[in-house]
């Protein structure tokens, strides 16, 4: 199974344990992966508010470079996921504005013709790669540990093939995997993004998330995007609620048998986890 | 022009309309002369002395076709057929010019508008020639019909045609008729018991001679036209002898099997023999096969055991039953929104939401609580929400708006506040209270107190004490409100019945976009569809409450005896026609009649046509690769004829 | 502002995506509100007001609305005519994120932390020394550092950055 990597900014920066967690899950599970050449940032949930245009040409020059290896694009970071969805999208139902971007893009080599899908590196693993091969390589489970599932906001909205308030790939995962799943209807609240920096308000939004998980009595809250794994991990002190936060790719790269030294060991030990 | 005919041209003034644009006196000058064309104007030729005026010229000069150059033909096309065939020539060898809407009407210029009129003109005189005189046919209508469903739409058309002497099939496919108003426990804005006003007419259609009763059955098959119809009924296998039961139930008592129950909305549990509801008709229960532990098992078998009248009978089949019909009428309701889709309002993850059809459940004295409103763990409610518009004016879910559940919504207020003194919110986006003393509800509940709050909540949350918390901005106030209640209702949307898809493909009816049955005429014909002789009423052609399920019942069974007293209607002779000899059996005309009037003829690998169902539309005609379809009176020849004549 | 009055036209005013906002309790005008005046045209209004610069881009409203109407575009495309009439908001933070980020990604390609740090908070010591530890902890354990990375095609990316407004879409 081959597929286009994009990575964005924070899994090559703050997160890369979260991109050494997903990598070596792939190697187990012979998932090749090939980074777009020369990416550049998505431009986030920021350009577009202050300059769409602009974002189309960042998104779209990213779009038109993955082209070049004809594979889905599988991104693992919500955030990178709607901003290249979004483009694409709107590309692909506004063929007069892809040919004005083109435009530009050609004066630095480049076209995009629109024929790139964007996807999650989760609902990969769970809908291409499939229950029955996760299973037959999973060398320790995850017995006994509650988990909640938080998908955050941008992956199943606007544009998922799941239903936008109640996607189930991650339980899904988590179920094969043989962790406990607790129910958690908070699972597609924002974290807050990147206003939390600046807007005192969006802490009320990470305490109900961070709260709603420790009343449900679970042992960790696992996470899909970089974004919000920060965002739950940072505040903890300020809010006064502790929870470990997982990436998913770390969980299932503890099942698939891999060294827990591989396995982002920075971003959060699992050992503690797994007592 | 080489021809034979005499054929007289009348133009129209249509007063300043035609002649206000058109020079008509140097037209006819013009073209006055020409051998056998006769030319003639007149102000009103619709008028009764403008029609007199043919009748005389056509006398006069042993007119054999006529041209009338006037208003459109969709106008007055009938009023000349009529002239003609008065003045003794066949009404199809008459051509209406359209000189008004496609001409006068239209052109700005007087000089350009007169040209084209003299080429229209030309252009009719020229096919008026090839036409053929048709003959209308005549079909005689079966004095027997079929009404699908029997709700209280179906159970009025029902009674309608019943007592005006004709043979009515009701065919049910529930084990009782009643429909979902025999679910209803009390009905707005009078808040009459609903099964005390149904239940007489369900006793009159088990007491009236002329309508025979098939419930638990269902129509498979249809075919043939108006007045003839063809229907193959499946009457499914009760398990017990209708004419044996005396209804006593001890078999029920005995029954050692529960089953959620689908006349309380799963609310309560019924056993795998069964009478739905206590006013049921027919009074005989049924046997659920797939839960009975005879069917599923080979074991039990206490009913038949233990019935003193040996009614209950396990090797009973499915009986086939076919019958000829006149007309039928389409009755089969709706079926209600499942709100489990809408993830937010957590119905099903969370106790005590309901949707409107369990409510009405739980506040029936013959309901799952006996008419008490209790939550789940046995207390009363102190404080109800009830959400309009669950479903409903909603892209993500159901478009249009369900038209009664603002009243329902409201009714539920009433009721529930008089049951529990519980404090009641209603959420709603708009009021639409139209019935006749709808208003007069409305203020009566606002003086109960019940608060109104117009804004549609975004979620329900469960809290830690078990109440429900409702998220909604108050829109008027303009105050984001977060109100916890014990109990919620989901006013939910109306929705097409399942079977709805499955039927029009057997009658031929059209769906709406809405998927609801398509009506002939939204305002002058509702319930009237495509297919002549085929009628549907009440909620199965939209949302609507029984007032007006039972008007257009009324309605539905005032077409269909007129039908019937005719004895015979007059099919249009204007059809498609075949050439057996050109016929490929390619299918591609089958499949693009609306009509359903073209079917395969396997034995002769051609299409086959009924002209009775034709509508003349022509569809079929142009997507014929083989020429072998032909529509008359818009044949080749009078198409090219009508095409020359403008050249 | 015409464009975003034409898709509004179809707005019943339900008030489902106020009521769904994550951030609606600190907001001055509700959602629903603002759609309201956008059409009536209290454009001044509108642009004054706090809410849209809160906005998170979760979706909930667009996913909820009833007319399907995409809200959060909305929003995106009132952040752009408020900088474009020079109408600054209330949180001068926020706004400073967003123009440091731009830059970064305007030199480099990508983010690259300290310079985004470091050009975002300098103008607000608070915020800049309370996360101050947070960027040394990071640097210690090498998850960002000190040495940017600049994508190879930077110029190029430079370059057609400079023809976006020229494009009419």
Same mark, same amino acid.
């Given at each position: 199974?081959? *597929? ?6 924070s899994?090559?920066?703050t ?15 012979g ?21 769409? =245009? ?25 955030g ?31 076209? *995009? ?13 769970? =809908?291409?790669v499939g229950?029955?091969?996760? =299973? ?22 606007p544009?998922?093939?799941?239903d ?23 699972k ?15 802490? =009320? ?22 974004l ?9 002190k ?6 470990p936060i ?5 969980l299932?790269?503890y ?21 | #022009? ?10 129209c ?14 037209l006819?000058?013009? &073209? ?7 030319f ?6 619709c008028?009764?002395?403008?029609q ?9 000069l ?8 006037a %208003? ?14 008065? @003045?003794g ?15 006068s ?13 003299? !080429? ?36 009025? @058309?029902?009674?309608q045609?019943?007592r ?26 009078t /808040?009459d018991?609903?099964?005390c ?15 025979k ?5 269902e ?14 009924i ?6 017990v002898n ?15 099997v ?6 309380? #909305? ?19 229960p049924?046997i659920?096969r ?16 233990? %019935? ?17 019909f ?9 079926s209600?929104? &499942?709100?489990?889709?809408i ?6 993850r ?6 409107? $059809?369990?409510?009405?459940? $739980?506040l ?10 209790i ?5 009363i ?28 919504s409201l009714?539920f ?12 919110? &209603? ?6 209270l ?8 409305? &203020? ?16 329900? !949350? ?5 109440? $429900?918390?409702?998220? %909604? ?16 209702i989901?006013?939910t949307?109306i ?13 031929g009816?059209s ?14 014909a ?9 009628y ?15 008007a257009?019942?009324g ?7 007129? /039908? ?19 016929c ?22 051609k ?34 004829a ?6 | ?22 951030l609606?309790?600190?907001m001055?005008?509700?959602?629903r ?6 059409k ?6 509108v ?6 610069w ?13 007319k ?34 731009i830059k970064v990604?305007?030199i480099?390609?990508r ?59």
């Amino acid at each position: 199974m081959k *597929y286009t990597y994009y990575p964005g900014c924070s899994l090559k920066s703050t997160e890369i344990g979260y991109e050494d967690s997903l990598k070596s899950s792939c190697e187990v599970l012979g998932i090749e992966l090939k980074e777009v050449l020369d990416w550049n940032c998505c431009g986030a949930t920021i350009f577009p508010k202050l300059s769409y =245009k602009s974002y189309l040409l960042l998104s779209t020059r990213n779009l038109a470079l993955a082209e070049i290896y004809g594979e889905d694009l599988v991104t693992a970071c919500n955030g990178c996921l709607n901003a290249l969805n979004r483009a694409n999208f709107y590309l692909q139902d506004n063929k007069n504005v892809l040919e004005k971007i083109n435009g530009v893009l050609e004066k630095v080599g480049l076209n *995009y013709h629109g024929k790139i899908k964007v996807r999650h590196f989760l609902e990969v693993i769970v =809908k291409d790669v499939g229950e029955k091969s996760i =299973k037959e390589k999973i060398k320790k489970g995850i017995h006994g540990i509650k988990v909640v599932s938080y998908y955050g906001c941008l992956y199943s909205r606007p544009f998922s093939s799941e239903d936008p308030q109640n996607p189930y790939y991650l339980e899904t995962l988590l179920k094969i995997l043989g962790a406990e799943i607790i129910d958690f209807p908070s699972k597609t609240n924002c974290c807050g993004g990147i206003l939390t920096i600046s807007e005192e308000n969006c802490l =009320k939004l990470i305490k109900d998330i961070l709260e709603e998980a420790q009343k449900s009595k679970a042992d960790c809250i696992v996470t899909i995007c970089p974004l919000c794994h920060i965002n739950l991990q940072l505040y903890q002190k300020r809010i006064k609620i502790f929870m470990p936060i997982v990436y998913f790719t770390q969980l299932l790269g503890y099942s698939l048998g891999i060294e827990i030294s591989k396995l982002g060991k920075d971003i959060f030990s699992l050992k503690g986890l797994l007592k | #022009m080489k021809n034979k005919e005499k054929i007289g041209v009348f133009i129209c003034h249509c007063g300043t309309n035609i002649a206000g644009k058109i020079d008509i006196k140097n037209l006819i000058q013009k &073209n006055s002369g020409k051998e056998n064309l006769f030319f003639f104007d007149y102000p009103y030729f619709c008028s009764e002395p403008g029609q007199t005026f043919i009748k005389e010229k056509i006398n006069q000069l042993n007119l054999t076709r006529i041209v009338i150059a006037a %208003c459109s033909p969709s106008l007055h096309e009938k009023t000349f057929q009529k002239v003609a065939q008065e @003045a003794g020539i066949n009404p199809y060898l008459i051509s209406c010019a359209n000189i008004r809407e496609q001409c006068s009407w239209v052109t700005l210029d007087k000089e350009k508008a007169t040209e084209k009129a003299e !080429k229209i003109i030309f252009s009719h005189i020229n096919r008026v020639i090839y036409q053929e005189p048709l003959f209308v046919k005549e079909v005689e209508i079966i004095p027997r019909v079929l009404i699908i469903g029997g709700g209280i739409a179906g159970i009025e @058309a029902a009674l309608q045609i019943a007592r005006s002497g004709k043979e009515v099939y009701l065919v049910e496919k529930e084990p009782s008729i009643g429909g979902h108003m025999a679910k209803l426990d009390k009905t707005f804005p009078t /808040l009459d018991c609903a099964s005390c006003i149904l239940t007489p007419k369900m006793v009159e259609v088990r007491e009236n001679k002329n309508v025979k009763l098939f419930t638990y059955s269902e129509v498979e098959e249809v075919s043939g036209f108006v007045g003839n119809f063809k229907v193959k009924i499946r009457k499914k296998a009760r398990s017990v002898n209708l004419l044996k039961c005396t209804g006593c139930g001890i078999c029920i008592e005995k029954c050692p099997v529960k089953v959620d129950s689908e006349f309380d #909305m799963g609310l309560s549990k019924r056993k795998a023999i069964y009478i739905p509801f206590p006013q049921a008709v027919p009074q005989v229960p049924v046997i659920d096969r797939e839960n009975c532990l005879w069917f599923t098992n080979n074991k039990c078998g206490v009913c038949k055991k233990i %019935c003193p009248f040996s009614a209950i009978d396990y090797n009973m089949e499915d009986e086939i039953v076919v019958e000829k019909f006149g007309a039928i009428i389409v009755a089969t309701g709706f079926s209600l929104f &499942n709100p489990e889709t809408i993830y937010q309002y957590g119905y099903k993850r969370f106790p005590n939401i309901f949707t409107s $059809l369990e409510i009405e459940r $739980l506040l029936s004295p013959t309901g799952p609580t006996s008419g008490e409103i209790i939550l789940k763990d046995g207390k009363i409610p102190q404080e109800v929400a009830i959400i309009h518009c669950v479903g409903s004016r909603d892209e993500n879910y159901q478009p249009y708006c369900s038209s009664i559940c603002c009243l329902y919504s409201l009714k539920f207020a009433y009721l529930i506040k008089e049951k529990t003194k519980a404090k009641i919110y &209603n959420f709603y986006i708009d009021l639409r209270l139209t019935r006749k003393g709808g208003e007069d509800f409305y &203020n009566r509940v606002l003086e109960e107190g019940i608060e109104f709050i117009r804004g549609k909540p975004s979620q329900i !949350k469960m809290q830690k004490d078990g109440k $429900l918390l409702i998220e %909604c901005e108050d829109t008027l106030l303009g105050k984001i409100r977060k109100i916890s209640v014990d109990m919620v209702i989901l006013s939910t949307a109306i929705c097409p019945e399942k079977s709805t898809p499955f039927l029009a493909r057997i009658l031929g009816l059209s769906l709406s976009q809405d998927g609801f049955f398509q009506e002939k005429h939204p305002k002058l014909a509702p319930v009237s569809t495509m297919v002549e002789g085929i009628y549907i009423a009440g909620c199965c052609q939209g949302p609507k409450d029984i007032p007006e399920s039972v008007a257009q019942a009324g309605l539905a069974a005032a077409e269909v005896i007129s /039908l019937i007293d005719r004895k015979k209607i007059e099919i249009s002779p204007i059809v498609a026609e075949i050439n057996e000899d050109y016929c490929s059996g390619c299918g591609i005309c089958i499949e693009l009649c609306p009509y359903n009037a073209l079917e395969y003829n396997s034995q002769k690998i051609k299409a086959k046509l009924t002209p009775e169902k034709c509508f003349g539309c022509g569809i079929c005609v142009s997507a014929c690769f083989a020429g072998a379809l032909s529509l008359k009176n818009y044949r080749e020849q009078e198409i090219l004829a009508q095409i020359e004549g403008i050249l | 502002m015409e464009k975003i009055v034409d898709k509004i036209k179809i707005c019943i005013q339900c008030g489902i995506c106020s009521s769904s906002c994550p951030l609606n309790f600190a907001m001055d005008i509700p959602m629903r509100k603002l759609i309201g005046l956008i059409k009536a045209g209290y454009t001044k209004e509108v642009l004054k007001s706090r809410t849209f610069w809160l906005c998170l881009s979760c979706y909930f409203c667009k996913v909820r609305c009833p007319k399907k109407i995409d809200l959060t575009h909305i929003m995106y495309n009132l952040h752009e005519i408020c900088l474009k009439q020079n109408i600054l908001p209330e949180n001068k933070i926020t706004l400073q994120i967003y123009k440091a980020f731009i830059k970064v990604v305007n030199i480099f390609g990508r983010n690259f932390e300290p310079l985004m740090f470091f050009l975002s908070l300098y103008k607000f010591p608070k915020k800049f020394l309370r996360f101050l530890p947070l960027g040394i902890f990071f640097l210690k354990r090498k998850r960002i550092h000190l040495l940017p990375y600049k994508i190879k095609d930077s110029e190029n990316l430079k370059k057609i950055l400079k023809e976006a407004e020229s494009i009419e879409i």
